[in-house]
């Protein structure tokens, strides 16, 4: 059965017409065609899926589009500025090479921003803390927790 679902993502009005079990990655992904989300295990694991609802990371693979009717939705395109210019996580991680190969990246970014506005004087086990819902393959995380410390605005 098909329903409509009705959002504001990165700022702008988002509906649709979708399947009721339609995962909200999905309509972000296929629907939205903002592909900058990704979907790494479909099993809410590795946290590459993960957006901002209504403020807060969620993994997206894990929750229905229609689950977020009404809600406002961050994805990783809308987190620079208009202009283009670097939100201060992805600056550091890119000063900092907390990417690799970059699937997982968006995930972090997404789950890190939400985290410094939270605790934004972050100790390295807090870091670690945080990311623990997030998987990379690439990198080994030590320049990723270097890139929140040099990007936490309490330092």
């Known amino acids: 059965m098909a329903v409509r679902v009705s959002m504001k993502v990165n700022g702008k ?20 065609r903002l592909t900058g989300t990704h979907v790494g295990c479909d099993t809410a694991q590795c946290g590459a899926c993960t957006v901002h609802m209504n403020g807060r990371a ?27 210019t670097l939100h201060p996580m992805q600056a550091a991680f890119k000063e900092h090479h907390g990417l690799q190969c970059g699937f997982c990246t968006p995930g972090f970014l997404m789950t890190l921003t ?7 004087n972050p100790s390295e086990a807090q870091i670690r803390e945080a990311i623990s819902g997030n998987l990379c393959r690439c990198t080994g995380y030590r320049n990723i927790v270097a890139a929140v410390l ?3 605005p309490s330092r």
């Open 13 to 32: 009005a988002a509906s649709a017409e979708v399947e009721e079990r339609t995962l909200l990655v999905t309509f972000i992904r296929e629907v939205l």
């Open 58 to 84: 969620v993994k997206a693979c894990s929750m229905l589009a229609m689950q977020a009717e009404g809600a406002e939705i961050l994805t990783i395109e809308g987190v620079a500025a208009a202009d283009g």
């Open 114 to 120: 939400c985290f410094l506005r939270e605790c934004p």
């Open 150 to 152: 040099a990007a936490a």
